[in-house]
């Protein structure tokens, strides 16, 4: 019986445990999730992969509903008429099957129920091509459930499938999916992204669009993924440049296409944003934003949005409010939109307590990131140096060849700057002073011997780079100084208790301004078109938040974008077709797909 439990493929044997870094309740966001998708009008996604992926999280805590849902799942592939489900029945009983087998086991050992239940699951070895594609595609599809790592390891996955069935649209639209995770993840690594980073997806998608079985919704999905592409793209082109100007049209003419067409949170968000700033139009980005808000209020990516959007309009209290309900339901991005905003605001408040909290709220992989933006407050927004100096040195224990020491982007002085040069001069002119604790003394010192150890600081520029000590009015006057929490107290490193975590290295606007070449794309198309809930972090009171309605510097504009827009589901999986190597550049070939009259589609 081991030996068979062993060659099934499910939850149990894919090894989640070792890619799953969230600390966030996973069975709150799984359920959430389910709801926002059942609440979508038009074709329902295929969701009983995420409610049995709820299931596996519930088991722990409440193992009687885990086993109603993992029932309702089975009797939802049983009878379904229609769809995947329908088509790859056998594939996904055994998925089912194998996720019930695994809970009895746990409860009934190796009874007959168990037995008999093992002989409904059709061994893998004894599936047809199709049958197996199938099972790896649903695997790929549980996996991206669980964040950068599951997304990694989904694409290989996806291409396998696709080799076994290389005519299912779904598939190629889910390796689609993940490829857009995926890139979106590099690029919050700092990672420079060209072309060959979207060739594949955007030779995929172009396919797709003239795809006669493609139906409507499967139309909107591809127009959305194709602006989202080349709206990453647009990042490394020279602004207002031919190039420039062809591709920020392309993306206007697909959210053009989508807006109306969809009720998914994050495509409503994606054209809201591009309307308000590629378009220049806020009034109907606005409107956009506020339709999403009304049906999705705690909706992670859409609240994000919504902040960016009311910042930009100066509605900082909006702006404030929905960047709160973001970072409560996980929102990476949304916590230093929300830092700024308390900043500009004036909002007082325990910056010591708020990333402690930030340190125990998101997974170890944000560490170093979490580290360097305090940094960042304090070098620049209260110049604190001393603080500034214990954040430094948690970077330094934690990755001292994170890339965004050298150079990042900062929000409180809107340029790139060198934050462990920047550091460093100023704690050497810190050091000059004599208003400090022995303890804070003690710090400095530690900080620059860090800093020295790892560093060629003769190259560093030590010019003050910020105000001088004397003119610094908003000095703290403090005691003794508290080092930030972090996890894992008994795996620290030596200095002030800090962990061995790994980066999640800044999303800084780093991206190459060369002119990459552009494939031709088609020439024709079809017109008929036809969040987490648990406030971890005080809220504003609800009488100081009334107002209009938000955006921010290109740093926290393409986080959040990538945080609203990676976590888009669809039925299917993926694709191994290859981009074209055009080497024209973008107005000498022959251009975008070119688009037919809107009101003639219409």
């Known amino acids: 019986m081991e030996e068979l439990l062993r060659k099934l493929e499910c939850h149990f044997n894919w090894n989640i445990s070792?890619?799953?870094?969230?600390?966030?309740?996973?069975?709150?966001?799984?359920?959430?999730?389910?709801?926002?998708?059942?609440?979508?009008?038009?074709?329902?996604?295929?969701?009983?992969?995420?409610?049995?992926?709820?299931?596996?999280?519930?088991?722990?805590?409440?193992?009687?509903?885990s086993v109603q849902v993992v029932e309702d799942v089975i009797e939802e592939i049983k009878e379904a008429k229609d769809g995947l489900t329908s088509e790859y029945r056998i594939s996904y009983s055994h998925i089912a099957y194998s996720f019930k087998a695994f809970t009895l086991v746990q409860t009934q050992g190796h009874s007959a129920k168990v037995v008999d239940l093992m002989k409904r699951i059709k061994p893998i070895a004894e599936m047809t091509q199709i049958e197996r594609s199938a099972i790896l595609a649903l695997k790929a599809q549980v996996l991206r459930y669980y964040g950068p790592k599951g997304t990694y390891m989904c694409v290989p996955l996806l291409r396998q499938a696709i080799q076994l069935n290389?005519?299912?649209?779904?598939?190629?639209?889910?390796?689609?999916?993940?490829?857009?995770?995926?890139?979106?993840?590099?690029?919050?690594?700092?990672?420079?992204?060209?072309?060959?980073?979207?060739?594949?997806?955007?030779?995929?998608?172009?396919?797709?669009?003239?795809?006669?079985k493609?139906?409507?919704?499967?139309?909107?999905?591809?127009?959305?993924?194709?602006?989202?592409?080349?709206s990453d793209f647009l990042k490394t082109l020279k602004p207002y440049s031919p190039e420039h100007k062809e591709c920020k049209l392309q993306i206007l003419k697909s959210c053009d296409w989508i807006h109306d067409k969809s009720n998914h949170p994050q495509i409503m968000a994606f054209c809201a944003d591009k309307f308000f700033f590629l378009e220049n139009k806020k009034g109907k980005g606005l409107g956009v934003i506020e339709a999403a808000l009304k049906k999705f209020p705690s909706h992670v990516g859409v609240n994000t949005k919504a902040s960016i959007l009311y910042k930009t309009i100066n509605d900082l209290k909006n702006a404030a409010k929905h960047a709160q309900i973001a970072l409560d339901g996980g929102g990476f991005g949304a916590a230093w939109l929300l830092l700024q905003?308390?900043?500009?605001?004036?909002?007082?408040?325990?910056?010591?307590e708020y990333f402690n909290k930030l340190l125990l709220f998101f997974p170890?992989?944000?560490?170093?990131?979490?580290?360097?933006?305090?940094?960042?407050?304090?070098?620049?927004?209260k110049y604190d140096v001393v603080k500034t100096a214990i954040h430094m040195e948690m970077i330094l224990i934690e990755d001292p060849s994170y890339d965004s020491l050298k150079s990042c982007f900062s929000y409180y002085t809107r340029s790139i700057v060198k934050p462990l040069e920047m550091a460093y001069a100023?704690?050497?002119?810190?050091?000059?002073?004599?208003?400090?604790?022995?303890?804070?003394?003690?710090?400095?010192?530690?900080?620059?011997?860090k800093i020295e150890e790892?560093?060629?600081?003769?190259?560093?520029?030590?010019?003050?780079?910020?105000?001088?000590?004397?003119?610094?009015?908003?000095?703290?006057?403090?005691?003794?100084?508290?080092?930030?929490?972090?996890?894992?107290?008994?795996?620290?490193?030596?200095?002030?208790?800090?962990?061995?975590?790994?980066?999640?290295?800044?999303?800084?606007?780093s991206a190459s301004t060369t002119k990459s070449p552009m494939p031709s794309a088609s020439k024709t198309r079809e017109v008929a078109y036809k969040s987490e809930k648990g406030q971890i972090f005080p809220r504003r009171n609800e009488g100081t938040q009334g107002a209009p309605i938000n955006s921010t510097n290109g740093h926290n504009h393409r986080e959040a974008e990538s945080n609203s827009s990676s976590t888009f589901l669809t039925k299917g999986d993926l694709n191994t077709s290859r981009g074209t190597n055009s080497k024209e550049w973008l107005l000498r070939s022959s251009g975008f797909r070119q688009y037919p009259n809107k009101e003639a589609s219409e």
């Open 214 to 230: 493609l139906s409507s919704h499967q139309r909107v999905s591809c127009e959305y993924f194709l602006a989202m592409a080349y």
């Open 18 to 65: 070792a890619i799953n870094e969230s600390k966030l309740n996973l069975v709150e966001k799984f359920r959430d999730k389910i709801e926002e998708i059942q609440y979508l009008d038009g074709p329902s996604e295929m969701i009983w992969p995420l409610k049995l992926t709820y299931a596996f999280e519930l088991l722990a805590t409440d193992r009687d509903e």
């Open 454 to 509: 790892f560093a060629d600081v003769d190259s560093f520029d030590l010019t003050p780079q910020t105000a001088s000590s004397s003119k610094r009015r908003d000095k703290p006057v403090r005691g003794k100084t508290t080092a930030p929490m972090v996890r894992g107290a008994a795996h620290r490193a030596p200095i002030r208790d800090f962990g061995k975590d790994r980066k999640a290295p800044m999303d800084g606007p």
């Open 166 to 212: 290389p005519e299912e649209i779904e598939f190629k639209l889910s390796l689609v999916v993940c490829m857009n995770r995926k890139r979106h993840y590099d690029m919050s690594a700092a990672y420079k992204m060209t072309w060959s980073d979207i060739e594949e997806p955007v030779s995929i998608l172009e396919q797709l669009l003239n795809h006669p």
């Open 341 to 352: 905003l308390k900043t500009e605001l004036n909002e007082p408040f325990d910056d010591d």
């Open 364 to 381: 170890k992989t944000y560490t170093t990131q979490i580290h360097l933006q305090a940094c960042l407050y304090y070098m620049q927004s």
């Open 426 to 449: 100023q704690i050497v002119e810190e050091l000059k002073t004599t208003d400090h604790s022995r303890e804070d003394v003690s710090i400095l010192r530690k900080t620059k011997d």
